[in-house]
DNA sequence: CATGGCTGCGTAATAAACTAA
DNA sequence: ATTAGTTTATTACGCAGCCAT
């Protein structure tokens, strides 16, 4: 809620300066805001070698626009282009690759997450489809039966006694008309939401789990 | 492409042995390899903040395997038990909540990865119902057809001269699997589709595996 | 064959946004 | 409102696999 000003100064200054005294800033906002834990007590270090460290750092937003424009035109960074970057955003070159491989990395995450959500809608579509055919079927089956039926009936004055045609369970119409029967959907348990995380992180309805299952039965 | 083996295996075993020989392995074959590239040439800090990298990291195994035990009891950590787990690795206890973070974050994708495995799964199974479904639709709808045809013809047997109906007493079960198309299905009025509409794009196309992934990228 | 450059992967550490007591 | 612990996003490191020079 309460961001006050210092965001947007932060970004301000970060862009007047091009990052020289930028990390100061940024812990200055830190103690400013509430004092952030300052910890560096103790290293303590026993048999591990010691940490003591503290090093801040995050890009300014223009240094991130930047690369993020680069990105965009392509993940990949020769050499060339990235001293030239390195160059106008005043940073190492290092950090530069360092950027670009992250952002590789989390633009494949993204990418897999995307995939996870398409998947998801194309399963539910599926599922949906399914569920139709499955009550289409039931339709069908009924209808030939009324069909068997009829033929029966249309049969049985003429020939008298025809035991090879009998089929069917139906003594009468007494069939379905109510006993749609079976449930069965389940088909593969697969809990899916066996413990605990399973939801769509995302957008509007798209049903968790298999709830709009219910709507139809 | 063709990472071979290593690459999975390294991350199954990582997951799988709490880290049992893993980091054991990347200390070693890094002394092994001896001054595998001292990439510290120049800090070329420049007008950025002058990072002087320190030097730390890779908890040893032992650590982790403790970490990695009590991670196993329980995700959440007290800090109760933060402490003495900071004392019994000679860490810092900031370390060791760090770990339990970062841990948290690998588990939780871990999950997901899981969850998107499992879904793919179900959805496969579910193409596959949906195929067998269309094909036994399709079958019924045929014998349905064929039900009343033989009702017709036993209804009014006298008009017409029909030359057709060359095959009597169609009881047959499964024919031509690829003609039947027709619409059809009035008769005993059941309008069965018509109110919903399934964007599902596909119908004829179900992507094995994920082949349907390459367009999107 | 090694040397250096670049990459993916896993991971430690930090920062910021959130949340609950 | 302050404080501590959590989640999410980022930055950086180290290692191993490739592959050109």
């Known amino acids: 809620m309460n961001h006050g000003p210092t965001q947007d100064q932060m970004m301000l ?4 300066f091009p990052s020289s005294a930028y990390t100061q800033i940024i812990s200055q ?26 090093k801040k750092r995050k890009l300014s937003e223009e240094q991130v626009n930047l690369l993020e424009q680069n990105f965009g035109n392509e993940h990949k960074l020769e050499s060339e282009r990235k ?21 590789r990395a989390r633009w494949k995450n993204k990418k897999l997450e995307e995939e996870y959500s398409n998947l998801k809608k194309i399963n539910e579509s599926t599922l949906l489809e399914k569920c139709r055919l499955e009550t289409e079927v039931l339709k069908l089956r009924e209808q030939l039966c009324e069909a068997e039926k009829e033929i029966q009936r249309l049969r049985e004055p003429i020939e008298r006694v025809d035991p090879s045609n009998s089929s069917s369970t139906s003594s009468h119409e007494s069939q379905s008309m109510e006993v749609v029967d079976p449930p069965f959907l389940g088909e593969f348990g ?21 709830e709009w299952i219910n709507l139809y039965i």
Chains 1, 2 share one sequence.
């Not at 830190?30 to 460290?53: H, L, T, V």
């Open 13 to 16: 200054i970060s862009q007047l």
């Open 29 to 54: 906002q830190g103690e400013n805001k509430k004092a952030r834990r300052r910890r560096n007590k103790k290293s303590k270090g026993g048999e591990n070698g010691g940490n003591e460290m503290n």
């Open 83 to 103: 001293d030239r970057l390195a160059m106008e955003l005043g940073l190492d070159p290092r950090q530069v690759a360092v950027w670009f491989q992250n952002r």
């Open 190 to 210: 697969v809990d899916v939401y066996d413990d605990d995380v399973f939801y769509v992180p995302n957008e509007t309805h798209y049903f968790n789990g298999m």
